[in-house]
């Protein structure tokens, strides 16, 4: 085996790791760049690549996932020093085995959560070589265990999140991932009492000494958060050879900057290890006090009662599976919050690390999930899961956008024995902290019930639920009782519809009136479940269309689709927002208005419009057809903003205009235009507020727009729009030519260091070639 695998090696980039150690002590490098992959141990032609990567390059719609074996390759030089040396791997989908220069380091199982390698005394000046062997196979015994042609998901492979290369000194601040005794590695920062007045907790350090001398530490902890610094230091101990221990430091932060979902302020927590007056190791991690608490009443974030408005989300991209940059996570994250939404379900499985770091960011509450769905495996199995559970806390348990922890095995026959045990150890791993579990079984192990709707019965659901003082959050609504069921109050209005057009599983293609009626099924569930007396929140099914390994088309149940496009139900969320909410300059928040019209002949003569605002004046073609306020009805008795609906007489074609008002006074507008003919492409692309990477990979949407000559989208196009490219470093990926779906073609740039401007082409039949530069 190990001659097998050394003999594919020929040529390689090699990559120095000769730089000195920081004067802090420690290093981190992104060791992203100049590996080799192949599908096969013994060819000697692989390819060369860049993490994050995904095995396989599928179709958009994807029928059958690619699974099997796949090898990664890095070849790099390395400065002969005494340091500790680890590697950090973020996630590898979901089995990977680990050489150092033809020695075995370790296996490892679990496609979501990071583990460590020690190469410490195992690398040489030159040439070193390392292998990862990677398998996403159907695996019974690695949770979720499902087989792919079952699951609501999928498994794709490959090394498709970030690896680090960190160097440290032989006595240092270990890592959490990295440990086999509970609660005991890297750093830990609670508050258990928290108030506007005063935060008071703790911030525990676990070091070690693996030098061959006694050293003398202790630790310094300083919090920054703008001109404000606070600075507590540890006694001093005595380390022996070979040995470890835990600083235990008591903290006080008098009137303490909260975290919250409008104003998430974060400290800069700075913590040194020092021997000798000299710092050793040094870690910086930023943290959010604040307090969360389940109440007889409701869930509250800082002694204020908060409804829990959100959303679910998986972690995919078209063609690329879950290769997502961490801009690319970031900007997900960006589009969920601009949603309306302040909470957002990880599901089925844990998510990157650098979209928990966008949600502490942006304000965006979380509930933290395991693995699993609708399966339960065997003895193997269960300890894996466990196992997971107590890498996911030491993972994520200084974030303070967590607030639920999901250690249950979403819509599975989970034991009492197993949901005993998953809560124990989540509490052992995080004893400092008040936590809150969350399980899809009402069983007293879990502090929250989380059903979806559907598992309940029409037309009460949940609304009834009671179990003493117990709450409830609804994990998942607006799909499955429509799609399955093709349940709702509106029986009238169902009467006349087909099936597929009662559903919420609507492509962006599908047309107005099948838009519509996603975003009214939306809604009357949104407004069934605030009449829930123990409801403290909910999560619609889902944010952004995905693929699912048992399905042979795209789940479409999402508010955008899968290229991020809003659809009309998107803008009925955002109207759920206060129009008081005043989120940072990058973000939407404020009042807004929206016309859920294209506004052609075949459109309804009945338009919804979705606002915040008190009321709302519609004109056509400056013709004012009424000012009105938002209708209430059975659908909508407990929004916080009901939408409003105009009743037209008779299509004309030309402009819709919608304005707002607030205290009787315009406050803004949406307007829109009937679509003339195609005339043009307009180009564009999506940062949601975060540049491209121009240090290392970066991935985000090119949009293909066929408007008339006056800029509007012509709803109602699919022609094929060819995508080009010029620049160094960039690619793009997807299906190409890309038929435009309702009047929009989308596909994927992919970069590597944005250091030179790229040109983006797109044409089309009987249309001018459009041109966007991107500059760096």
Known sequence: MKHAILLCFTTFILFSCSEKLASNGRTKINFGSDWTFS??????????????????????????????????????????????????????????TVWINGQFLMHHQGGYLPFTVDLTNRLKPTGNILIVKVNNTDNAQIPPGKPLKELDFNYYGGIYRNVYLIRTNKTYITDAIHTNEVNSGGIIVNFD????????????????????????IN??????????????????????????????????????????????NLYEVAINLVSENQIVDRQILKIGIRKAELKADGFYLNDEKLFLNGTNRHQEYPYVGYA??????????????NAGFDFVRLSHYPQTESFLKACDELGLLTMNCISGW??????????????????????????????????????????????????????????????YTAGWIDNLNYDLYIPARQHGKAPLYWNDYENGNRKNLIAEYGDWEYYAQNAGFNQTTYANLKDEERTSRQLRGFGEKRLLQQAFNYQEAFNSNLKGKNTIGQANWLMFDYNRGYADDLESSGISDIFRIPKFAFYFYQSQRSPDVKLNEKLISGPMVHIASYWNEKSSLAITVFSNCDEVALYLNNVLISKQKPKKNEFSS?????????????????????????NSKPVTEHTVLTAGEPSKIVLNYDLSTIKINPNGRDILFVYASVTDENGTVVSDSNVPITFSIEGENAELIGQNPMPAEA???????RTNSFKKP?????KAKNLPEATLELKP
């Not at 606070?230 to 900057?257: C, G, W």
């Not at 894996?384 to 999901?406: G, K, M």
């Open 39 to 96: 599908k096969d141990s013994t060819s000697l032609d692989w390819e060369k690549i860049t993490l994050p990567h995904s095995a396989q390059l599928e179709p958009l719609v994807v029928n059958s996932q690619w699974q099997g074996d796949c090898w990664y390759q890095k070849t790099f030089d390395y400065s002969m020093t005494d340091d500790k040396v680890f590697l950090y791997f973020e996630g590898v989908m979901h089995e990977a």
């Open 638 to 662: 407990e929004l916080p903003h009901p939408p409003f609906q105009f009743n037209l007489d008779e299509y004309q074609k030309g402009t819709l205009k919608a304005v707002g008002f607030l």
């Open 758 to 762: 790229i040109l983006l082409k797109a």
């Open 219 to 264: 630790a310094t902890i300083t919090f920054v958060n703008g001109d404000e610094k606070i600075s507590f230091s540890t006694k001093e101990v005595i380390l022996e050879p070979n040995s470890d221990a835990s600083f235990l430091q008591n903290i006080e932060i008098a009137n303490p900057k909260l975290w919250g979902i409008e104003k998430p």
């Open 374 to 435: 609708q399966f339960t495996g065997d003895e193997k199995f269960i300890q894996n899961s466990y196992q997971e559970i107590r890498d996911l806390a030491r993972r994520d348990r200084n974030h303070p956008s967590v607030i639920f922890w999901e250690v249950s095995l979403n819509e599975s026959d989970m034991k009492e024995p197993y949901m005993q045990k998953a809560n124990e150890i989540l509490k052992a791993e995080l004893p400092y902290h008040r936590i």
């Open 743 to 749: 009047g929009i073609a989308a596909i994927l740039l």
């Open 324 to 337: 997502l940059s961490d801009e690319a996570n970031y900007r997900d994250a960006v589009k969920i919050k």
């Open 193 to 216: 009492k928290v108030s506007k007045e005063k935060a008071t907790g703790t911030v525990k350090i676990h070091v070690k000494n693996d030098d061959s001398k006694a050293k003398k």
